[in-house]
């Protein structure tokens, strides 16, 4: 199939988007962003009690709403995420979790007051299973539309599929990948095939999962990449900076194989992560996102 990445309408190249979306009206996708503002503020002088010569600064802050895709209309803010933990610790997670009351800056100006609920709690078993159904039926779906595309260029020149299979694995997260290179150990923003084949044993060791690794090709790679820092609270210290790879990057690969072995190591992936610095919120992916495959031009 040609890689020809223009769109289909004006033929101009495409060029990738940042930020976030929801599917709003009429099925399709729709960027969603929270509302920032800015907040105008003085110093105060502890000697005379009043506001302090050339002392006036802004706060860029986050008012709590969001323009929703679905309505266009404003939304309360919230955050959506996951976490994965032994068994023994998930009481003691979800206590602290929702024991969280202020993230942020600017407590003592009245700003980051959150309130964290638990709405899901899955065992690592149920997760699993539930996610390897999912795996399974977005790897046929993913599979069943490179088959009608195929099918659709094979009318225009011979275009012989290599593989039986493929998937695409889309980071959900900033991941942190690194390779070794000589006996130097380097920060990369590729996912090479041995680094994920190993990343595919581990995952199935550390879930229970007994499937072989199939042979993969990496056949497409759309990665963009920044650099990580923060603060660390319990050290008193800015973090040490480092090299990520953006969520929203793409890599396609291509197996000969079950499907269904592949969906279940696949699925231990999902729920496990790639990467380093997966306990600090890096590393999830998602397989086959269906938004590769559901907002599409048809072809005839």
């Known amino acids: 199939m ?177 390779t070794v290179e000589d006996g130097v150990r380097r920060p990369t923003t590729l996912l090479r095939v041995d680094d994920l084949k190993k990343e595919l044993s581990e995952a199935g060791s550390s879930m229970n999962v007994d499937a072989p690794v199939p042979e993969l090709e990496l056949l497409l790679a759309y990665a963009s990449h920044e650099l990580e820092s923060g603060w660390s609270t319990a050290h008193g210290l800015p973090k040490e900076v480092c090299l990520s790879t953006k969520m929203g990057s793409v890599y396609v690969f291509g197996f000969k194989g079950d499907i269904e072995n592949l969906a279940r190591l696949l699925s231990s992936l999902e729920v496990r992560g790639v990467g380093e610095n997966r306990a600090q919120g890096f590393g999830e992916i998602t397989v086959c996102d269906p938004f590769h495959h559901t907002h599409v031009l048809e072809v005839k």
């Open 2 to 178: 040609p890689n020809d990445l223009r769109c289909p309408y004006c033929f101009d190249r495409l060029d990738g988007i940042a930020g976030f979306y929801e599917y709003g009206g009429g099925g399709r996708p729709k960027k969603i962003e929270p509302n920032v503002r800015r907040l105008a503020r003085t110093a105060i002088s502890r000697r005379r009690r009043t506001a302090e010569d050339g002392m006036l600064y802004s706060l860029e802050v986050l008012d709590g709403t969001a323009l929703s895709g679905c309505s266009d209309e404003l939304m309360k803010l919230s955050f959506v995420g996951s976490m994965v933990t032994g068994e023994e610790h998930v009481d003691e997670m979800v206590t602290e979790l929702e024991g969280i009351t202020r993230i942020g800056g600017g407590y003592s100006r009245g700003l980051g007051h959150v309130k964290v609920e638990v709405t899901d709690r899955k065992s690592v078993n149920e997760a699993l299973k539930h996610s390897e159904l999912e795996i399974l039926t977005r790897l046929k779906a993913f599979n069943k539309r490179i088959d009608d595309v195929s099918a659709y260029y094979s009318r225009l020149f011979e275009s012989p599929r290599e593989n039986s299979h493929y998937f695409a694995i889309t980071l959900r997260s900033n991941v942190s990948l690194h």
